[in-house]
């Protein structure tokens, strides 16, 4: 009985979170636009064609006119991010429903040398996923078929252009869930989920797309398709190809089907919400929690006061505690509520206990934790009311976590910005730090970078944890990678794209 | 940390919007917020009160009063060094319920944890529960008794100061040692407290 509630109660949680979603997707094109890339970046276009009307004719010959749009207004959402940080001006929007139209577009373009920018949901915050000039855009939004469910097995087969959120619904209704969970679930697609290996608020505990990807199928740039498409838990024959697409953000092939492997969906989730002094207090809470919790641990995030703001100022939602100079959410996920709560009321009593916590908040109201969780999801979203936001998203040793936020604010002191603050995947020790300004300015753009990248290449961290390179960040490649490397998967990507027309100038420097 | 002595948990039950969040915020923010939506869940805090010359840390953890909220039941109550029962002095049902709650504090907390029943919000003038009565139920039911009002700053202090004098009495007797996260149940190594029917004043 009370399982059947508390599912009910999650059913209805997704469905208010895809009504935020939706909202969010409608806002992103209300003001004003960013400039041209081009100019922004002083890029240099490659040698590859302009569209002519040939061109466009054979895509309407092979879609049909509905499915290729050359309307500029229409065009627009798909040249721009929805941050807002870059510009393309595509002038053709695809819309396959097939592998084999994908295939007979993708060998058309290696034929002609047309670029081709592949997009998903377009929720990327790195600029891989709108055109930098005139590239074509493959959207993925009409390939949006599930083809299959195991409930033993916990498999899911579907295309690529599936929305993260209706994949999950779809497996509710098996008692299973999809394998990560995303601020964007509501517009995101799992084929692009799968090219910038998308990691989300649970990796902490279901892992990453390494592991819950089981199989793909691949286009390549001369439109031969590639059958990786194993269903297999267990399959060491060979390379292990699938792996060179998940993350390679539509470089190397354009993903068109996908195989997950997905876990039972919760019975009992709880959530807490905390209010500490510092982040050495949150480390501490982070071991116990590890401890203590252990394997229903299914989230662990920070938050610090300045990020909490832009919910609270920007967005007006309501936080449940009075201010602290930093905030944790800590979320489980288990089978059994007794069980979890008894757990969960043991650790938060000890952590209080050690002061660890001074504040805080626990609960398994649908309503309520959707609130708190808003708190964590809609971030990225209350930024944009700043202004112009310079995201970054690196992973550091735990023990330096956060001082990359305090190291930034001595660094900008003198600067014209908003906010300089930082929250993200604690677990992971993923940090997303941002500065906001009322708009760009090439002066702070500067200051930031590459110094933020130096920062966290001498504390040998990730300068890109999970957002992935896409335009943004190519030439900085090197200090999260080796020479050796780089050139491995330069030779790669020849390899598999001799003519460089997918996703260009994007990924390798 | 801090060298505080002894620290205790205090948990707050009672019926929805006899005023458990406000009696909170009160002693531990000196707030009396108007307009407080029902409480979801648990909420918990902390706050350092000196008894004598010492530091007692109480950890107070108020709980949701309608029963749809109130999910996170039985492990809260379990290591609860005291428990208030709050009800509304100008609500009936409110009263009526004690005997309810009364029940599911037997049933989850420890036997020896220190009970209070508190009547609130006696800066209202149509009081339906004469004081005598709660008294009376509380003499009834072992527990301390005593009538406050959050809005009006009547009594939280000394609710929560009584409380952590008493419990430190009754810690020094048995020369309970500092809060010990591993050990499950504090209460269980405390003796029994005789003094427990007396009014806090």
Known sequence: MLTQMIIRKLFNLRNANKRNNLKLSQRCFSSHLPELTKNRYSVKRGNYAVLTEDHKQFFIDLLGSTRVITNPDECLSYNVDWIKNVRGYSTCILKPKTTEEVSNILAFCNDNRIAVCPQGGNTGLVGGSVPVFDEVVLSTSLMNKIYSINDTSGVLVCQSGCILENIDNALEEHGLMAPLDLGAKGSCHIGGNVSTNAGGLRLLRYGNLHGSVLGLEVVKADGEVIDLLSTLKKDNTGFHLKHLFIGSEGTLGIVTKVALQCPPKPRAVNLAFLGLQSFEHILRTLKRAKQELAEILSSCEMIDASTLDVCTDNLKLKSPLSQYPFYMLIETHGSNNEHDQEKLNKFLEDAIAEEYILDGTTTNEINKMKHIWDLRERITEGYTKDGYVFKYDVSLPIEKFYSIVPAMREKLANEDTVRISGYGHLGDGNIHFQVSAREFSQQLLKKIEPYVYEYTSDLRGSISAEHGIGFRKPKYIHYSKSSGSIKIMKQLKTMFDPYGILNPYKVLP | ?201
């Open chain 2, 1 to 201: 940390m801090d060298d505080y002595k002894f620290l205790f948990k205090v948990v707050l039950v009672g019926n929805a919007g006899v005023g458990k969040t406000c009696l909170v915020r009160r002693f531990t923010q000196g707030l009396f917020p108007p307009g407080q939506g029902a409480t979801i869940g648990v909420d918990f805090m902390i706050k350092t009160v000196e008894v004598g010359n010492e530091k007692v840390k109480l950890q107070i953890w108020d709980t949701a009063g309608q029963e749809r909220f109130r999910s996170i039941t039985q492990s809260y109550y379990r290591s609860a060094h005291a428990l208030i029962l709050v009800y509304d002095i100008s609500c009936q049902p409110t009263f009526d319920c004690l005997p309810d709650w009364l029940r599911e504090i037997e049933e989850y907390a420890s036997s020896k944890v220190l009970r209070v029943l508190v009547g609130n919000k006696i800066d209202r003038e149509d009081r339906e529960i004469p004081m005598h009565v709660g008294e009376e139920f509380a003499e009834r039911h072992n527990m301390y008794f005593l009538e406050t009002s959050a809005k009006e700053s009547d009594n939280v202090e000394r609710l929560f100061m009584q409380i952590a004098e008493d419990l430190m009495k009754q810690a020094r007797m048995t020369n309970i040692p500092r809060y010990d996260p591993n050990s499950q149940n504090i209460n269980d190594s405390t003796s029994n407290d005789s003094s427990c029917c007396s009014r806090l004043n």
